[in-house]
């Protein structure tokens, strides 16, 4: 086969199997924590003013943290650790862990301070209600504390995956999203403003997420403390790395934050359609997509690292193809099943049947972008293998004026649903600048074995969308249907559609699932160990 060398296919795909379960439960428990959250506050006026408040440290963490530190981190970390020693990798932890905490208590502090300024600038709408804009301010205050914690988090996340461990990381965001859920649950009678509780446990979860990282930190021989030598040849590299990564690898964040500011000028419940349609699309770029990512990016850098090109060339094309093997498939399910899952998940309370409609509304649109985002993760990360985060940075550039543009064009003819395809076609550009990039600096890495996956992968996916289609005939959708009546549609038309891409890809002969299937049965066997 035309892979990657065999052993380090089935690594990757065994990491970022265990990245995606881990991943997958951290989303399960996001979606119970949007299903309370939309029960009982709704989409309206606070749920406005708490998702503009949270987005705000929220990007901050794409862009400090996973964004630039942890890509900056992995790359220099990881040649440390196969061209030094041992000791020379964890001087430059701590180093890395001094500068990361000066830095972060002074953005945090600032962004107490300037918070009104700061939600004028990304919520520019909410001037106009001053009740929404006092609320929106407060809620930032007492959120942005929340990057130092995350930032934190995410560089013992560039640690452990380093080291090989990526259980730990990928699990810790089931602590902010149980904090938030207790919180909502159990709080939100002791505040004027229920939706503070939102807030409180955001702040929770993220001294859990911090907890739960140290004891492995700590199990690997792993004991951050303060050092000083902030002159050291390896943190200014990734110094240098860090402030042109933020752009590269959270385009698709800035993006989504830059409909939030354009969707606050629209109808009251436009942001928080947003919102929810942004999770929907965030679980299999989050699971698979993300854990495709997190488990590259060592592997990239190491054979960076060892000066094995041939080899990173080709574990790229074999990352892509993982990669499209699951969203091609994903992007034909949301398409097809945008209403009833949007109904199924949040359909209750305050949250209405219009609201399931127009939250559909702006899935369908950044739906048609998930193959781009998802491509987008293993590009920048070969990228950032190279220790080149410049190129990513120029494309995002290009790419945040176009969402801009489009946005801007679309929004009023077709209001939410116009920022959510700007933000798809913006990613489309996106990815074809760094592809183009990437080839230019390390020549041609498809061949025939790729086209023909993904042509498979393409066949498999229309037999699904055929079989979800016929299952809407002989069992029709009713929106105004009973919750059981709707779950039930939704689960035939998954299973039934799951298992005819499955089986259609297996028939096809697709080597994704051959490989996949080979790393479990070796695993199950015992004789490979993560």
Not at 135 to 160: D, E, H, K, N, Q
Not at 196 to 213: D, E, K, P, R, Y
Request: charged letters at 15%; one cysteine or more; proline letters at 4%.
């Amino acid at each position: 086969m035309d892979d990657a060398p065999h052993s380090e296919s089935s690594r990757v795909v065994r990491a970022a199997g265990i990245v995606g379960i881990a991943t997958m439960l951290s989303r399960i428990f996001g979606f119970l924590r949007d299903m309370v959250v939309a029960g009982f506050f709704g989409a309206g006026l606070t749920t406005d003013a708490f998702f503009v408040a949270f987005r705000i440290p929220n990007l901050l963490r794409r862009l400090l943290a996973e964004g630039s530190l942890t890509v900056s981190f992995v790359p220099v970390f990881t040649e440390y650790l196969r061209n030094k020693t041992r000791e020379e990798a964890l001087e430059l932890a701590n180093i890395t862990f001094t500068a990361l905490s000066i830095i972060l208590a002074v953005v945090s502090l600032s962004g107490v301070l300037f918070s009104p300024l700061i939600v004028t600038i990304m919520a520019p709408g909410f001037v106009k209600t001053p009740v929404q804009y006092e609320l929106a301010v407060f809620l930032t205050r007492l959120m942005f504390p929340y990057i130092f914690l995350i930032s934190l988090v995410a560089l013992c996340m560039g640690i452990l995956n380093s080291l090989r461990h990526f259980a730990a990381p990928a699990l810790s965001p089931v602590a902010l999203n149980l904090a938030m859920i207790l919180a909502a649950l159990t709080l939100r009678g002791f505040f004027r403003e229920p939706i503070v509780a939102l807030a409180v446990g955001v702040m929770a979860g993220g001294i859990l997420q911090l907890a739960m990282q140290w004891p492995f930190l700590v199990k690997m021989g792993v004991r951050l403390k303060p050092d000083f030598h902030f002159r050291h040849p390896g943190v200014r590299r990734i110094g240098m790395l860090m402030l042109p990564a933020a752009f590269g690898a959270a385009i698709y964040q800035i993006n989504v934050f830059v409909g939030t500011i354009l969707a606050s000028l629209l109808p009251t419940g436009s942001v928080s359609y947003l919102y929810y349609a942004d999770r929907i699309v965030e679980l299999p770029l989050g699971v698979f997509a993300i854990a495709v990512g997190t488990a590259t990016l060592p592997s990239f850098s190491e054979q960076v690292a060892l000066g094995k090109m041939e080899e990173l060339k080709r574990t790229i094309a074999f990352s892509l193809r993982l990669i499209l093997f699951i969203a091609i498939p994903a992007t034909v399910a949301l398409i097809a099943l945008r209403v009833p899952i949007i109904s199924v998940l949040f359909q209750r309370g305050a949250f209405d049947a219009q609201a399931a409609l127009l939250t559909a509304q702006a899935l369908l649109f950044y739906s048609l972008g998930l193959w781009a985002f998802s491509v987008i993760r293993i590009i920048v990360a070969a990228f950032f293998s190279l220790q080149d985060t410049k190129s990513p940075m120029k494309a995002a550039i290009v790419a945040l004026v176009v969402n801009i543009s489009f946005s801007v064009a679309l929004m009023f003819p077709l209001k939410h649903g116009g920022i959510a395809l700007a933000t798809s076609i913006a990613s489309v550009v996106n990815v074809g600048m760094l592809w183009v990039i990437l080839k230019r600096r390390i020549g041609t890495m498809l061949d025939g074995e790729f086209y023909r996956s993904v042509g498979k992968t393409v066949l498999a996916s229309l037999a699904m969308w055929g079989v979800i289609l016929l299952i809407g005939l002989i069992y029709p959708w009713q929106m105004s249907g009973t919750s059981s009546t709707r779950l039930i549609h939704l689960l035939l038309c998954m299973a039934g559609g799951g298992a005819a891409f499955f089986a259609a890809a297996f028939l096809l002969g697709s080597s994704e699932i051959l490989i996949t299937l080979e790393s479990l049965s070796r695993r199950i066997a015992g004789r490979e160990r993560v």
